[in-house]
C-alpha cells in the first residue's frame, strides 16, 4: 500500500488560507468517505482535526475545513495563525481494511 | 476524555522481540478499535495494524507479514503490540490511537514510545 501523496511544504502569511492536497487511489481516498487529517508539533502525537472528510472533532477551530473530489482530499486552513505551523497528515481507510497516511506537509507560517 | 499512557523508551539489539503497552482510562475500552503506527525519526506517519477486541479482529499491514502482533487485555484496559526479529529500520517511535470500533479514525493517542535497534 503506498502511502498518499502530499506535497512536502505549503507556506503562508498570517491571515492568509492555505491548502493542502491529499492523493490517492480509487482503492483509498476514492472508494470512501473515511479520509481524516491530523496535525502535529515537532516530538508530541498526531492530534485528529479532520474526520470523515469534513467533520471537525468537538474542540478544534472552524479555520479548519476539509473536502474531498475524487481521489484527491483536501485540508484548508483560513485565517493562518502562527499556531497553525505543524507538519499534517491526511489518512483514508482502505478496499483492504487497512489504514493509509498520507506523505506528510509542513506548514510554514512566514 | 480518553487517555493513553505507554511503556517507556528501549533499546534493542537487531534480531531481539520488543513489546510496547498501551493503558487506556476515562473510556470504555470495550468498545474501542486499537491501532498501532509508528514514525522514524523525521519521517511520515506509517499505519502498522489494528484490534478490535469486542469483535475478535485483528488485521495488520502486510508488510510486517507476521513479525507483528496486536493484542489486548479487556480486564486491565490495556493493548500490546509485539515485533519481533528488529532490524535497525524498525527505530522508531511507536503510538496506539484509539477510537469507536465503528468509526475510521484514529481519535485519541499515545505519548508515544521510542524504539532504538542498535547493535
Known amino acids: 500500500q503506498s502511502a498518499l501523496t502530499q506535497p512536502a511544504s505549503v507556506s503562508g502569511s498570517p491571515g492568509q488560507s492555505i491548502t493542502i492536497s491529499c492523493t490517492g487511489t480509487n482503492y483509498d481516498v476514492g472508494a470512501y468517505e473515511y479520509v481524516s487529517w491530523y496535525q502535529q508539533y515537532p516530538g508530541k502525537a498526531p492530534k485528529l482535526i479532520i474526520y470523515?472528510?469534513?467533520n471537525r472533532p468537538s474542540g478544534v477551530s472552524g479555520r479548519f475545513s476539509g473536502s474531498k473530489s475524487g481521489t484527491t482530499a483536501s485540508l484548508t486552513v483560513s485565517g493562518l495563525q502562527a499556531e497553525d505551523e505543524a507538519d499534517y497528515y491526511c489518512?483514508?481507510?482502505?478496499?483492504?481494511?487497512?489504514?493509509?497516511f498520507g506523505t506528510g506537509t509542513r506548514v510554514s507560517v512566514l | 476524555q480518553i487517555q493513553l499512557v505507554q511503556s517507556g523508551a528501549e533499546v534493542k539489539e537487531p534480531g531481539s522481540s520488543v513489546r510496547v503497552s498501551c493503558k487506556a482510562s476515562?473510556?470504555?475500552?470495550?468498545?474501542?478499535?486499537i491501532r498501532w503506527v509508528r514514525q522514524a525519526p523525521g519521517q511520515g506517519l506509517e499505519w502498522m495494524g489494528r484490534?478490535?477486541?469486542?469483535?475478535?479482529?485483528?488485521n495488520n499491514a502486510r508488510k510486517f507479514n507476521d513479525r507483528f502482533a496486536i493484542t489486548a487485555d479487556k480486564f486491565t484496559s490495556t493493548a500490546y503490540m509485539d515485533l519481533n526479529n528488529l532490524r535497525s529500520d524498525d527505530t522508531a517511535t511507536y503510538y496506539c490511537?484509539?477510537?469507536?470500533?465503528?468509526?475510521?479514525?484514529?481519535?485519541?493517542w499515545g505519548q508515544g514510545t521510542l524504539i532504538t535497534v542498535s547493535s
Open positions: 476515562g473510556g470504555s475500552f470495550r468498545s474501542y478499535a
Open positions: 489518512s483514508s481507510y482502505t478496499s483492504s481494511s487497512t489504514y493509509v
Open positions: 484490534i478490535i477486541p469486542v469483535l475478535g479482529i485483528e
Open positions: 470523515d472528510v469534513d
Open positions: 490511537a484509539v477510537g469507536d470500533y465503528n468509526d475510521f479514525r484514529f481519535d485519541y
